[in-house]
């Protein structure tokens, strides 16, 4: 079982330039999120999509644009790099129900902006 | 305004002994309480959780305790493992849409041998 599979790994970037960081879940699980790790942050969220056709801002979404592209897929776009948004990106998935909701977490996407 | 707070952001102590990692949080309304592990270079997993009705619940070595008149959470490892190496995060579940989880910034945890 892969869980949650992002790529790239690790990305670096110029100021300006844009990229989008792929979100797969093979769960079946209905809800989806971006979270960005900061030192001293935490993880905070950026976006996150309940169910199959909607997406909603999280806490930090600006320059941020994200798709719901099927029930597996969440992808992250940075449609113009800066510094700031040098940070290690997590997409997490969750069955959206009763309960705790325990989010299941891929392995990071490392990105750098110059 | 940080809403889910981890005053201490290390801990350092000796195998066999016992871990205590702390949580406060400001929002009444939070429902559920999870704990996180994560170690260097990968995602975040799941450890336990406790939902704001309860005031303790246990899973082997891990407890988590609740108190909310106080809104502050702890997590006990014990006995502690040089294993248990990593940075814990709170989380608490919202009321929104996707009941979306904010989280705490993180306590590295050492355990020493």
């Known amino acids: 079982n892969a869980g949650v599979t992002q790529t790239p790994k690790f990305q670096v970037l110029k100021t300006g330039q844009s990229m989008t960081l792929q979100c797969a879940q093979d769960?079946?699980?209905?809800?989806m999120y971006w979270y960005r790790q900061d030192p001293g942050m935490g993880l905070r969220l950026i976006y996150y999509s309940a169910s199959e056709g909607t997406t909603d801002k999280g806490e930090v979404p600006n320059g941020y644009n994200v798709s719901r592209l099927n029930k597996r897929e969440f992808s992250l776009r940075l449609e113009s790099a800066a510094p700031s948004q040098t940070s290690v990106y997590f997409c997490?998935?969750?069955?959206?129900?009763?309960?705790?909701?325990?989010?299941?977490f891929g392995a990071g996407s490392r990105l750098t902006v110059l | 305004d940080q809403q889910v707070k981890q005053n201490s952001p290390s801990l350092s102590v000796q195998e066999g002994r016992i871990s205590i990692l702390n949580c406060d949080y400001t929002n009444s309304m939070f429902d559920y309480f999870l704990w996180y592990k994560k170690y260097p270079a990968e995602g975040p997993t799941f450890l336990i959780s406790?939902?704001?009705?309860?005031d303790k619940n246990e899973d082997g070595r891990f407890t988590v305790f609740l108190n909310k008149s106080a809104k502050h959470l702890s997590l006990h490892i014990v006995p502690s493992q040089p294993g248990d190496s990593a940075v814990y995060f709170c989380?608490?579940?919202?009321?929104?849409?996707?009941?979306?989880?904010?989280f705490g910034s993180g306590t590295q945890l050492t355990v020493l041998p």
């Open positions: 769960m079946n699980h209905n809800s």
């Open positions: 997490a998935s969750s069955v959206l129900g009763t309960g705790a909701n325990v989010l299941t």
């Open positions: 989380a608490a579940r919202g009321s929104g849409s996707a009941r979306q989880l904010t």
């Open positions: 406790i939902s704001s009705i309860k």
